[in-house]
């Protein structure tokens, strides 16, 4: 079955990269994505890659994509207190209405 | 632009009586919505696929007789927790798919907390 699996807790310090890990079954999944929640709050997208690629950057956020391990990662660079939160890896299921499928969260936090 | 709007943000209800809480697409249409269930600390886990105009699709595991899911428009989604319990107290979110439109988004409501006393 479909599967996503993260570690629960990351603690780092400010201006620091905080890097997440991230590992999924489903190798059918077109798409791979990372959300942050923040304290009582909804999921905000951070970014997204589509299976076909290795690699995607946006400004501090870079995702690195290992098809073959079924392993996906999250960078932030310069790690604000701000970026302190919750990042939930999400795999889009293929099929039917493309469901998404959530790791456990991990918990970063950022300290001065 | 793709807002999605859940209310209400928390909700204290007795135990014995039935809550609805609504998701509603603000700037967008969306024939699929997505229910979500999380416990504190805990991932999201997946209660059923809402679409317009037809059945929601249940995940396993999940009662659809006590979780009742209407799509009546493509900007509406409710779920109806009816006799509510304590255990059934959790964290609810919502989210939508932008209609046409490639998943490669789901957008995202900002949660309703649900307090059974």
């Known amino acids: 079955g479909e599967d996503v699996e993260q570690s629960l807790f990351l603690s780092v310090r400010e201006g620091d990269s905080s890097v997440i890990n991230c590992t999924y079954t489903?190798?059918?999944?077109?798409?791979l994505y990372w959300y942050k929640q923040e304290p009582g709050a909804g999921l905000q997208l951070l970014t997204y890659?589509?299976?076909?690629?290795d690699m995607k950057q946006d400004q501090r956020l870079t995702v690195l994509l290992n098809k073959k391990d079924k392993h996906l990662s999250l960078r932030i660079a310069d790690t604000q207190t701000g970026d302190s939160a919750i990042y939930f890896c999400?795999?889009?299921?293929?099929?039917?209405?493309?469901?998404?499928?959530f790791g456990a969260g991990t918990r970063l936090a950022v300290h001065p | 632009g793709a807002v999605v709007s859940q209310h209400p943000s928390w909700v204290i209800c007795k135990s014995g009586t039935s809550v609805k809480i609504e998701c509603r697409s603000l700037?967008?249409?969306?024939?699929?919505m997505f229910w979500y269930r999380q416990f504190p600390k805990q991932s999201l886990m997946l209660m059923a696929t809402?679409?317009?105009?037809?059945?929601?699709?249940?995940e396993q595991g999940v009662e659809k007789d006590k979780f009742l899911i209407n799509h009546a428009s493509l900007t509406l989604s409710t779920l109806t927790v009816t006799s509510a319990h304590p255990e059934d107290s959790s964290f609810y979110i919502c989210?939508?798919?932008?209609?046409?439109?490639?998943?490669?988004?789901?957008?995202f409501g900002q949660g309703t907390r649900l307090t059974v006393v």
């Open positions: 989210s939508a798919k932008v209609q046409g439109r490639m998943n490669t988004e789901a957008f």
């Open positions: 489903d190798s059918s999944s077109t798409y």
């Open positions: 890659i589509f299976s076909n690629m």
């Open positions: 999400a795999e889009g299921v293929s099929g039917g209405y493309n469901k998404l499928i």
């Open positions: 700037d967008f249409q969306a024939t699929t």
């Open positions: 809402s679409n317009e105009g037809s059945k929601a699709t249940y």
